[in-house]
């Protein structure tokens, strides 16, 4: 799948290296040196020298913590190096949440002083972390059933089916890239993956498009190109058909027709991704770049 | 009639994909039932690695809420919000959504479960969690995978898109429910 890629060269770091197969949810990528390369607070796996994925994917927030199975190796390391693999890696925003997170509490408790809610606020912990549980183990079933689904859209080859459909709409956004350049199939099939829920799947794929635009950033490689930031905007618009995640939460809460919501997620999704992929196009002559790729 | 559509759409997707996509499967010569189970062994694991990060950020919001802080806040917001029409409610989900993806998600959970699962607010923060994805950490794992430093207009372009998906998230679920 990564077979051809572009050469990626990372910050100096000396990470843990070994021999190893990798592999992700469509297979093996290869047997090769498979490194753990950091750059700034996250995690990439490389095989022989090329990017395959990065550890700690968690595009969905759901899946904090789950990682892209590149990383399941048969490890012929130190069990040290396995422990360097399956550390979960802080993304920098992830920071903030230590500050907003005692912050809720800190102003929770001197606010109780005030309303002398003593008692209520002890409630509110107890009980919230109870419904936390419940909710959770409440998504088990459908977080089962879905992620099961989406292994055999995945094993069926939907994600290039999709893609095929997909071809036409990308010449229009990404009018930068030629239409036969490596560059736009990995778009494709990042955003296939994405439209399908497969966040595991669509992130090589992503860092993979990433890479390929790269090579046609004419200029200053650490500026971003049009193109770069057109297909960030239709990352981040996060356009999915079904909102599993919610759903899930909607009937662990008890909810009689959970996917109500399905329409008006699509809806409002499509229109924040045309939008965000408009707005990328209008202010790209206003944040202008020295030499544009052509 | 686009409303009768869209509902049809909601009603059908779900069960024609959990169909449509075994069928495509079974053209392609895909043991199915053999992939679903490799594929579904997983949701467990997913489901309960959650739990840490619901329980902490949940348990903060719950003393927040219970000590009248949230009150106080959405009063506050409320003058605000109403010039603009968007619930003061899920103006706290809004900020959360771009910055972190557990955080909104707890969030959005407590609302639904505050408001009930079948209410207005409950499916308008469903809606809206659902819409957008967590842009600071997208673009930050993105450009750090080629090291470009200068996102140019990547962030403004990505937050009005975001803006824009709450409004419709907000306004489609006032229209539809």
């Not at chain 1, 229009?172 to 199939?185: K, R, T």
Request: charged share 15%; net charge positive; proline share 5%.
């Amino acid at each position: 799948m990564w077979a051809g890629g572009a050469r990626h060269e990372f910050p100096a770091a000396r990470p843990p290296r070994f021999l190893a197969d990798a592999r992700n949810d469509s297979g093996s990528v290869g047997r090769g040196r498979v490194a753990i390369r950091a750059l700034r607070t996250l995690h990439f796996v490389q095989v022989d020298g090329r990017c395959a994925a990065r550890i700690g994917d968690a595009p969905r927030g759901l899946l904090l913590g789950r990682m892209p199975r590149v990383a399941r190796t048969s490890v012929r390391a130190p069990f040290a190096h396995r422990g360097a693999v399956l550390t979960h890696p802080r993304a920098k925003l992830g920071a903030m949440l230590n500050y907003i997170w005692f912050a809720l509490m800190a102003i929770a408790l001197v606010v109780a002083m005030f309303t002398g809610n003593a008692a209520a606020v002890t409630k509110g912990a107890v009980d919230s972390a109870k419904t936390a549980v419940e909710i959770s183990l409440g998504l088990i079933g459908i977080m089962t059933l879905w992620l099961g689904i989406m292994r055999v859209a995945e094993q069926a080859g939907l994600i290039a089916m999709l893609g095929r459909l997909l071809r036409p709409i990308s010449r229009l956004i990404f009018p930068d890239v030629p239409p036969e350049h490596p560059a736009i199939g990995a778009i494709i099939m990042n955003v296939a993956a994405n439209m399908l829920g497969l966040s595991n799947a669509a992130t090589p794929f992503g860092i993979k498009a990433m890479e390929e635009l790269q090579t046609l950033n004419a200029g200053d490689k650490e500026t971003a190109s049009n193109a770069m930031v057109t297909f960030m905007t239709l990352n981040t618009a996060g356009v999915q058909f079904i909102p599993a995640t919610m759903i899930g939460v909607l009937s662990a809460a008890g909810s009689k027709n959970p996917t109500a919501i399905i329409a008006p997620t699509l809806i409002s999704t499509l229109c924040g991704a045309v939008v965000a992929v408009t707005m990328s196009k209008i202010l790209q002559r206003f944040f202008p770049k020295a030499e544009e790729s052509r | 009639m686009i409303r009768a559509a869209l509902e049809a759409v909601s009603l059908w997707a779900f069960p024609v994909l959990l169909v449509g996509i075994p069928l495509v499967g079974m053209i392609r010569k895909v043991k199915v039932y053999d992939v679903f189970i490799e594929g579904a062994k997983e949701g467990f694991n997913v489901a309960v690695r959650i739990i840490p990060f619901l329980v902490g950020i949940l348990v903060a919001i719950g003393m927040f809420r219970a000590s009248g802080a949230m009150d106080l806040l959405t009063a506050g917001l409320r003058p605000l919000m109403q010039a603009t029409g968007f619930p003061a409610e899920l103006f706290p989900l809004a900020v959360l959504r771009p910055l972190s993806g557990s955080g909104s998600l707890a969030l959005s959970t407590d609302i639904i479960k505050r408001y009930g699962a079948d209410s207005m607010i409950g499916r308008m923060a469903a809606t809206l969690y659902g819409s957008s994805e967590t842009t600071f950490y997208v673009l930050a794992v993105y450009f750090g995978a080629v090291s470009v430093k200068r996102t140019r207009h990547a962030l403004p372009a990505a937050l009005i898109g975001d803006v824009v998906a709450a409004i419709v998230a907000v306004a489609v679920c006032a229209w539809m429910f």
